[in-house]
């Protein structure tokens, strides 16, 4: 008598799947692109600008740049602790996190706005060259960004509120910490780029 032996089937569990819906990791693709595609114009002109791009980074304010990096890889571990609440079924500390969350977004508002006070106060403005031109586009692109990732977070606040998440159906959490994260990423890429290497 033969025994039959079933092959060994992966024991898949919901947090092995991608996070968020296929829209919104189309949507964080086409940023992406346009990010890289101007990551790209900045390394082209940089190449046939070593000088000017190298003295860049000196007459900006680099402390403004590391508090902002600080904020978002904060604003990150909330955005990660508040998908564990919900993962827990506990919608209140999701809320107590996602406002965090917003606390740190706006504290990197705040510092770019301060920052680009302090440039024009120090003579630093979009047409001085071709390195502060990309520094602004870059950076004001990326604020652009921030700011519809807090009226995504709002929304999650709100919605989190009236109770449409739970363990088990909180897909529209998941887009919007997947989008939050992809915003903290160019941040990364954009502070040395910008700020470190010029």
């Known amino acids: 008598m033969t ?44 190449a046939h600008n070593p000088e000017l791009f190298s003295a860049g980074p000196a007459q900006l304010n680099t402390a403004a740049g590391i508090a902002n990096t600080l904020a978002l890889i904060t604003s990150s571990f909330c955005m990660a602790r508040a998908m564990a609440a919900i993962r827990r079924n506990n919608p209140q500390r999701c809320m107590h996190w996602l406002w965090l969350t917003l606390a740190c977004a706006a504290t990197y508002c705040g510092i770019k706005g301060w920052e ?34 807090m009226v995504i977070i709002s929304w999650m606040l709100f919605r ?3 109770g449409s998440y739970s363990a088990t159906d909180h897909e529209g959490l998941e887009n919007g910490a997947c989008y939050w994260h992809m915003i903290d990423l160019v941040w990364i890429i954009i502070f040395p780029l910008i700020y470190v290497l010029g």
Not at 32 to 46: K, Q
Not at 122 to 139: C, E, G, P
């Open 116 to 149: 680009y006070l302090w440039n024009s106060a120090h003579d630093v403005y979009t047409r001085k060259n071709l390195y502060f031109t990309l520094y602004y586009y870059l950076t004001f692109n990326h604020l652009l960004h921030v700011l519809m990732g």
């Open 3 to 46: 025994i039959a032996v079933q092959p060994d089937i992966p024991n898949y569990s919901i947090d092995d799947r991608t996070p968020g819906s296929i829209a919104v990791w189309i949507l964080i693709y086409a940023e992406l692109t346009e990010f890289a595609l101007f990551f790209l114009v900045y390394l082209i002109t940089r």
């Open 160 to 162: 989190t509120r009236l």
